[in-house]
């Protein structure tokens, strides 16, 4: 695809349909100049494509003289592992609340659709976690068409912290306004062929350079170390005692044989399906935006 680019300058001065004061919770983490510069704008740029959405549901209920369900907008988010796509979609499903008729916006990852890791040891796939066979993809595409068109559903819930599915726990979908659908390989077709991006309205990939990629990927893991200290039932429980720097080995291990195999594999080359591509520096701060031109 070929790709409008945008400075952060340039960006930053894009309209800004949304206002700081009508969001009840601002974005942790996020800057009031980050969320100005990059995210409101951002936001209102698919809020018009969202209204055109609404517009054309109205227009086809007219035109057929016959009442339709709502269905929701849906947004795809990709990227690499630790890119921050989970912490991305919760800050703009805050500002889509800010957008005309606050829309009710539901995340769901696909995370969510990962087999068990008893399913993934028996199948000798353990160490492809994150890999194309590892997911459920009838299910994901099942689960996905199911909230597009209206109905409600429940998903199954994975925890980084147990690094497992929850056995007990499923997350209920009430017919969203806007589904946001986050993953690593939301931009992928499944091993049977499920097309899931075409199902989306519009969608965008976090690109990052691998070597803050890693180290995002290393802060997370301290960060769950330190929450896992007191709490046995997190899989980084076991690592509480570890010296630092055996944890660090062990990181990079997995990065180069998994997470970073998989963003070399079978990521990075979904990256030009998407019809944003938002480029973040060392910092977590966006300083490019590319936009499809089929979309402009
Ligand atoms: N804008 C941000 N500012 C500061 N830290 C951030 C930001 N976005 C993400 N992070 C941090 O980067 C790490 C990875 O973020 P996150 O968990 O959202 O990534 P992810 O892409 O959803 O990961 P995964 O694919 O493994 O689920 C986390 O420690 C998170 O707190
Ligand atoms: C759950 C995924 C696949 C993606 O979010 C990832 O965070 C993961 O757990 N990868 C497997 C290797 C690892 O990071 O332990």
Redesign the pocket.
Do not use: N, P
């Given at each position: 695809m070929s790709y409008t680019r945008y400075s952060r300058s340039e960006w930053a001065s894009l309209p800004k349909y949304i206002s700081q004061d009508s969001i009840t919770h601002l974005p942790n983490?996020?800057s009031d100049i980050?969320l100005d510069a990059f995210y409101i704008p951002l936001a209102s740029f698919i809020g018009i494509l969202y209204r055109n959405h609404l517009k054309c549901k109205a227009d086809l209920q007219h035109f057929f003289n016959k009442e339709t369900k709502a269905i929701p907008f849906l947004v795809g988010v990709a990227?690499?592992?630790?890119?921050?796509?989970?912490?991305?979609s919760e800050?703009i499903a805050q500002l889509f609340e800010g957008l005309p008729g606050s829309p009710k916006t539901t995340i769901v990852?696909t995370?969510q659709f990962l087999y068990k890791n008893e399913i993934l040891e028996a199948r000798e796939l353990k160490d492809l976690k994150g890999f194309p066979e590892s997911y459920d993809w009838k299910n994901l595409l099942h689960t996905l068409q199911t909230i597009k068109s209206g109905k409600s559903t429940d998903v199954p819930i994975y925890s980084?912290e147990t690094y497992d599915i929850l056995p007990d726990e499923t997350q209920h979908v009430e017919s969203p306004d806007i589904l946001i659908v986050?993953?690593?390989n939301t931009l992928q077709v499944g091993i049977n062929g499920e097309d899931l991006p075409s199902l989306f309205d519009i969608s965008l990939y976090?690109d990052a350079e691998e070597e803050d990629l890693f180290s995002?990927?290393w802060?997370?893991i301290l960060?769950f170390k330190e929450k896992a200290k007191e709490d046995p039932s997190s899989y980084y429980h076991a690592f509480k005692d570890m010296p630092e720097e055996q944890l660090h080995q062990m990181a990079k291990t997995v990065w180069d044989t998994i997470n970073g195999k998989n963003l070399r594999e079978h990521i990075l080359p979904t990256k030009e399906k998407a019809d944003i591509i938002v480029k973040k520096a060392s910092d977590?701060t966006i300083n490019e935006i590319q936009i499809s031109e089929t979309l402009l």
């Open positions: 983490l996020l980050e990227g690499s592992v630790s890119a921050g796509k989970s912490t991305f800050s990852s995370d980084h986050e993953g690593i976090l995002w990927f802060t997370r960060q977590h």
